[in-house]
């Protein structure tokens, strides 16, 4: 029986699974989707692949499709006796051990080297304990010879941020015991006369990435994107950084999706692998900002490997072809 070229690569597709060679088996699946849209059994094998893959949300979508052809899910057991049996792995004994034989250590000679390591460490000790000692008078004489000349000493507490207490400028104490020419700069204070911390410097600030930064990621970019949905005859243009979804690891970008005067507008978001998006996402069967993440009101997510994509309007003329391309991928 001569069978088409969809069967075909599913069949195909069916060897590379059996030897786990998921990325391999996809390619070939969404071929044989491209080539006949309407064979149920692509689907039903690229559900199995996306489960592999732990890509919950694209095979449930294809579990679905399935369905919808008129394709009927088979039990566990008629599905394990279509599976083509793998050959059995050989367990092959470990190497014998290999005795090694070392010499016998030599006795050390008298002298500065038989001393004991107890020995050495006292005094190891003893050294750490006369440069402590000399660099101990060294700042207490640097000290007072500072405040005998009269200069103005000020001390900075850890971190180098700035002392909240009087600071003392100018000349030193007289004879007598008082300022003799020194003017005191008291602290700011708040209106109920508490010490003031001043305000982090603005470069402290973090600032978002750049559109360019946001668009890159791996394995996927925009640029691999951009490409899938042209196939499609979908037009993607990245426009500016979204500011609807908010709180996440990465900055989103706004891209917009045309074709045939139609357009869809997502909030497509880039991580630097495929651990990023569950930081920031709850990736079932339904994509959910996790805590302090958010998202517009009545938007879906679509995720696959370290890209997540925040659909804002859903246009049934761009949609199924656009999803198809970004977890063909």
Do not use: C
Request: net charge negative; proline share 9%; no cysteine.
């Amino acid at each position: 029986m001569n069978q088409s070229p969809a069967q075909l690569r599913n069949a195909a597709a069916r060897q590379l699974i059996a030897r786990g060679r998921f990325r391999q088996a996809l390619d070939v699946l969404n071929e044989a989707v491209r080539l006949d849209p309407r064979l149920p059994d692509s689907y039903r094998n690229r559900a199995e692949v996306f489960e592999a893959l732990k890509m919950l949300p694209q095979a449930d979508a294809d579990r679905q499709k399935f369905l919808d052809l008129g394709g009927v899910m088979q039990s566990q057991a008629e599905e394990a006796a279509e599976q083509p049996a793998r050959p059995a792995k050989v367990r092959r004994p470990p190497p014998a051990a290999i005795g090694i034989k070392y010499p016998a250590p030599r006795p050390r000679k008298g002298g500065f080297m038989a001393l004991s390591q107890s020995g050495l460490t006292v005094l190891a000790g003893l050294a750490l304990l006369g440069a402590a000692v000399i660099g101990v008078y060294l700042a207490v004489t640097v000290l007072g010879d500072a405040i005998d000349g009269g200069s103005s000493v000020e001390v900075q507490p850890p971190g180098g941020l700035p002392n909240p207490t009087d600071v003392i400028t100018g000349g030193g104490d007289g004879d007598d015991g008082t300022d003799d020419g020194g003017e005191k700069t008291p602290a700011p204070t708040d209106a109920d006369g508490g010490t003031r911390t001043p305000a982090p410097s603005a470069s402290l600030i973090p600032t978002p990435e750049s559109l360019a930064d946001a668009l890159t990621g791996s394995p996927l970019s925009f640029d691999s994107l951009q490409a899938a949905w042209a196939d499609k005859g979908i037009t993607a243009t990245a426009e500016d950084v979204d500011d609807s979804v908010t709180g996440t690891g990465t900055t989103p970008v706004s891209v917009t999706l045309a074709r045939g005067g139609d357009e869809m507008h997502l909030a497509v978001l880039f991580y630097a692998d495929a651990s990023g998006p569950g930081a920031d996402f709850d990736l079932g069967g339904t994509v959910t900002p996790k805590e302090g993440r958010s998202i517009p009101g009545g938007a879906v997510g679509w995720w696959n490997a370290n890209v997540v994509a925040i659909v804002l309007d859903q246009v049934d003329s761009i949609k199924p072809d656009a999803f198809d391309a970004f977890v063909g991928n």
